[in-house]
């Protein structure tokens, strides 16, 4: 019994949602219906990027077990192959690339600019890797920082209507004021429930590629001293 009253009260609730929608100001209808466009949007991004950043993350503890593991670079660079490499492998292979093709300079000054060359291939391929765990990023930051403004415009306006509606029947009486009420603060509800996953997600997702561009940029920076002493022990 207690089963079917509650489900009984979630239809209800359900159907004068939608009522409220229906009935509300034009204005108001577009706020909403830009809010729940934001919201859905929003929840699309954090799918998308729990995706994509928890894949980079096991492609790198991945690819760092393969560099230590003490096998030599060029059989790596074998090993990896013509994949679909991201993140730090991506880098690797950019300056592997930048490697067998200066392989061929044996005076110094060559040396030197190649490892100039390699250094800027791969700050070239980080740039490239975090432009793409970071994009849509700035979709969450957005709405986070504006869906409880455009939220509360829309409360602005309900309240104006309830205003108007006092005005033309000269009554204060609840019937009159409800409606306007109840869609300024369906506005308000609907702008705070786009806001808050928003900014909750933005500042996870901006901690773990803030993560990964600091492992990346370590990994570059290893990986040229390497790349140094290689270049030392053949000149």
């Known amino acids: 019994m207690e089963v079917e009253i509650a489900q009984t009260a979630a239809q209800d609730g359900g159907q004068n949602l939608m009522e409220l929608f229906w009935q509300a100001h034009i204005v108001v209808k577009i706020v909403m219906l830009g809010l729940v466009l934001a919201s859905i949007g929003c929840w699309a991004i954090v799918f998308e990027k729990y995706a994509v950043i928890g894949k980079a993350k096991r492609a790198n503890a991945r690819f760092e077990q393969l560099f230590w593991s003490g096998q030599s670079l060029d059989d790596l660079y074998l090993t990896l192959g013509p994949k679909n490499n991201q993140t ?19 005076m110094r000054a060559g ?7 390699i250094e800027k291939v791969m700050d070239v391929q980080l740039q490239r890797e975090m432009a793409r765990l970071d994009a849509r990023l700035l979709f969450l930051a957005t709405v986070g920082s504006s869906a ?11 309240i104006m209507n309830s205003f108007r509606a006092i005005a033309v029947s000269k009554s204060t009486n609840l019937a009159v004021v409800a ?24 500042n996870k997702f901006a901690s773990d590629t803030g993560k990964i561009a600091a492992q990346l940029e370590n ?8 790349i140094s002493r290689q270049t030392d022990e053949r000149m």
């Open 111 to 117: 040396f030197q600019g190649m490892e100039k060359r």
């Open 148 to 158: 409880p403004f455009i939220g509360l415009f829309g409360t602005v306006w309900g």
């Open 179 to 202: 409606p306007g009420l109840a869609e300024a603060l369906f506005a308000t509800a609907l702008g705070l429930l786009a806001a808050i996953p928003a900014v909750i997600f933005y």
């Open 219 to 226: 990994f570059a920076d290893e990986f040229s001293a390497i």
């Open 88 to 106: 730090m492998a991506a880098l690797f292979m950019a300056a592997m690339r930048e490697w067998k093709r200066s392989q061929e300079s044996v």
